[in-house]
């Protein structure tokens, strides 16, 4: 076992459900997120991740069970407090503001951040540190060049960087990455892989992913999610050889 | 078709030519100042909702509320022996603020459909309350007696309604300034985040409800300004400024004039007080049913207002931030 | 207090009968109507004249109602309200004020600005005793009216195939586009239908709503509370909507004449506060 399973969990459900009507779409989940870990979520499509992912960052009420993050409670805690306490996300599919700039965006998560969300009194030209802190952020991440561009007319991998990069502009201690390399073109996914790779090493990530290379390479953990439920948890490699894993998802071509 | 580009510092001009007009009208148009005061009045009840409707995407067709019961407040305010006029425009704004940050929590839940029936109802309940309350409101003869005193205890409110125009002007002038502020503030670019994607600015911590009553809030403030105005001006209120139809009204000049747009209040109130000044001779029916036409033209072929067929020729580069 | 109840449950047919065709389309096609009640005058219109001017007996009146109401709904659904299915409720509250206003306007050039006069027929003037009471017939007629039309709206809906493409549609318009349901025809049929009964309204309620140009504005705010307060999409939720209207209004004005219509806003203003979506919400349509 390593040090980081041994450390207490930052993130933790105990028997989390969610039902809708007679569906059960997220079935009895208990998870133990260390910090620090890279953990990865992957399972069939339908099989709840993403529901997942609403319960956890509290788009979605759950109809059971529990999520704390430190040992706090916040199964009720509104979505918006969740992320001032360090648990952000990113979208499966684009969640941008297609008529505003990536500077503008990226003012947006900062302004929000630094509770200037409701300051009407003065512009924010004159709050000039978010704009400073914006431009570092999109040129940490090679944005700076569309800084001005409105978000519509960037190309597709791109946006899915900033996908990223507004979520780091909120600070997370916890990561939650649904599908972050979805729809992105082989010769452009390069780059996202490197941003993932140099996330910080306190920053606690858990990723839903279908790509597998991705997986493999940055999991140190993999929850497989089979019709709502958790089927088994381990390393890569354990989940590798797993027969039960082989058959509910990954077939006969991998590793 | 490629736009034509104006700079900031261009459409900032354009902004300053727009207001010293506006203000000229003084020396150019005496005999229609009265008209012209309406019309910066309705302008500011417009920009007033384009706060709610066009930025915080609030669907109202009750916003004569609170214009009435600020109109009310200060009518009723120099009625009762306070006819200092700064006090009366402080009193609507404070109080619509309050009620309009009461009905907010009403407001932003529910459906679309929900939303526009509270507006429609609270709007409608306002008025019959104003009705029923003939004693304090005189009902439907209206309120009478709103004696001014001067403003700045120097400028009499005179008949030809020299003092009421540069009042006026000066209070539309600096509402319109500060709501100018309101929307180059972060909290004017939260509006626009969540108009443009609501689920993203929940993700980065925005407490979306909480903000969008902040700015219903405002809107009602402005909202009672512009109506505690026009009983200050006009030193009567009518119950037909808390009417259902003073509020289609009022959606009508906005949309005339764009939604979302700082100037499509003005501009809408410009073109629509105008160009029913010119038809008043004629029978109200006669104008109901064109505006009625009119309306039904706009949504099926226009798009946007006036500020909207403009804005697809005139492309503004946003100041750099 | 009896007569109160049965007053107000009378009225508040008129209000069902008019307000349910709103409900389904604004449940079935998600498309916010302020102008519902100009059908309803048309249908009062017709009647009106009809019985007037040409003699119609009152029941062949009726049917005339009806149908004008109906053709006047599928006009205006063909030519406007099918483009704007998909567009922002927005627009829809502008279209619908632009007609109550081209509406009001017109009946006004047309008809002048006072209220139609109404003579019920023979055989349903007077009295009858019923539970110890005097009821109005014609009253009783309307509450007679207004349980058939239910009985019949729900027969349609819950045994038709008719019926079951419009739940289907309203529970989920593309999956029952998807299996099939002319999602198109059925918004026609369905909206003309609405308005017909509408229109049936308007020439019922000559006596009890009174008939002036001005009757779409009026009595908008009822329709709407009938429809928001009970569900949009239902047609037992107006129903019951619809009698608690009429009866707390009628009883209100009665009681309380002080307060008179406030009272009705206030029931609104705190069913919406419980009840946002509505007492019987959509998904349940019985």
Known sequence: MTTAALATPVLRTRKLTKRFGGFTAVNGVTLDIAPGSRQALIGPNGAGKTTLINLLTGILRPTDGRISLDDDDITHLPADKRVHRGLVRTFQINTLFPALTPLQAASLAISEREALGNVWWRTLRSCSWVADEAHALLKQFNLAQYAHVDTAEMPYGKQRLLEIVLALAARPRILLLDEPAAGVPEDESGELFEVIAGLPREMTVLFIEHDMDLVFRFAQRISVLVAGAVLVEGTPAEIAADPQVRAAYLGNSRV | ?321 | MGIVIFDGLAYGMLLFLIGVGLSITMGLMNFVNLAHGAFAMVGGYVAALAMSRLQVPFVASLALAFISAAVVGALLEFVFFRRLYRAHPLDHVLLSIGIVFVFVAGGTYLFGPTMQPFTAPEWLRGQISLLGMDAGAYRLFLIVVGFVVLAALLLLINKTRYGAMVRAAVDNQRVAAGLGVRVDRLFFLTFSFGCGLAGLGGALGLGMLGLDPSFPLKYMIYFLIVVCVGGAGTIVGPFVAAVLVGIVDVGGKYYIPELGAFLIYVFMVVVLLVRPHGLIPKKGLV
């Not at chain 2, 502020?181 to 600015?201: A, E, Q, T």
């Not at chain 2, 409800?209 to 809107?219: G, I, K, P, Q, V």
């Open chain 2, 1 to 321: 078709m490629t736009k034509l580009n104006l700079n900031p510092r261009q459409i900032v001009a354009l902004e300053v030519v727009f207001w010293l007009a506006l203000a000229s009208t003084y020396f150019l148009l005496p005999e229609k100042l009265v008209l012209i005061t309406q019309i910066m009045i309705t302008g500011l009840f417009a920009i007033a909702l384009d706060i709610a409707l066009g930025y915080a995407g609030i669907l109202t067709v009750g916003h004569a509320a609170f214009f009435g019961i600020g109109a009310y407040l200060a009518g009723l305010l120099a009625k009762y022996g306070w006819g200092e006029p700064f006090s009366g425009l402080v009193l609507a704004l404070g109080v619509c603020a309050v009620l309009g940050y009461m009905l907010s929590y009403l407001i932003v839940r529910g459906s679309d459909l929900t939303r526009l029936m509270i507006t429609i109802g609270v709007c409608v309940l306002f008025f019959e309350l104003a009705n029923r309350l003939t004693p304090i409101t005189g009902g439907a003869d209206g309120l009478q007696g709103v004696d001014m005193w001067p403003v700045l205890g120097q400028f009499r409110f005179d008949l030809w309604g020299k003092t009421a125009f540069i009042y006026t002007f000066c209070i539309v002038l600096l509402m319109f300034l500060a709501v100018r502020l309101m929307l180059k503030s972060p909290f004017g670019l939260v509006l626009r985040g969540i108009h443009d994607n609501r689920r993203r600015m929940l993700a980065i911590g925005s407490p979306v409800a909480a903000r969008l009553r902040l700015a219903y809030c405002f809107s009602a403030a402005i909202a009672g300004v512009a109506g505690a105005l026009l009983a200050q001006t006009t030193q009567f209120v009518g119950l037909e400024m808390l009417s259902f139809n003073r509020s289609a009204e009022i959606l009508i000049i906005l949309i005339l004039g764009g939604t979302g747009r700082l100037y499509g209040g003005l501009i809408g109130a410009l073109l629509y007080m105008t160009v029913h000044d010119f038809f008043s001779d004629f029978d109200p029916k006669f104008w109901q049913f064109w505006l009625g036409i009119f309306l039904i033209l706009v949504v099926m072929i226009g798009r946007g207002g006036v500020l909207g067929v403009l804005s697809r020729v005139f492309k503004v580069r946003e100041q750099r931030l």
